[in-house]
Nanobody, 125 residues
Framework: QLVESGGGSVQTGGSLRLSCVAS???????????MAWFRRPLGKEREGVAY???????IYEDSAKGRFTTSKGNAKNTLYLQMTNLKAEDTAMYYCAQCWIARTSVVRRPGGFGTWGQGTQVTVS
């Protein structure tokens, strides 16, 4: 199970930090799974934002490069997304996602992820 928090309304140029707490692990632990942040602007398709490999390496889509930072807090089973210099076009529902299979690499599309949170809304105006 994944539960996001930290969304809200912010002015252009502002910052937010999203968190995603993971639970329900049995055979493998949180650290064994690659993770990601996606977002869905109103009326548009879901799109990738940032990804974290099991070794902590991060990958960012162009929309996030230089402004967003993601990280895994394995001790707290939590994925973070620090967003700075927010723009109106960042307005969307943000979702965290967990890779289908433990100990595999990121696949940069929604189909590569099997567990999703309920989402947290970010509004920039």
């Amino acid at each position: 199970q994944l539960v996001e928090s930290g969304g809200g309304s912010v002015q252009t140029g502002g910052s937010l930090r999203l968190s995603c707490v993971a639970s329900g692990f049995t055979k493998y632990s949180f650290s064994d799974y690659c993770m990601a942040w996606f977002r869905r602007p109103l009326g548009k398709e879901r799109e990738g934002v940032a990804y974290v490999e099991t070794d902590g390496r991060t990958i960012y889509e162009d929309s996030a490069k230089g402004r967003f930072t993601t990280s895994k807090g394995n001790a707290k089973n939590t994925l973070y997304l620090q967003m700075t210099n927010l723009k109106a076009e960042d307005t969307a529902m943000y979702y965290c996602a967990q890779c289908w299979i433990a100990r595999t690499s990121v696949v940069r599309r929604p189909g590569g992820f099997g567990t999703w949170g309920q989402g947290t809304q970010v509004t920039v105006s």
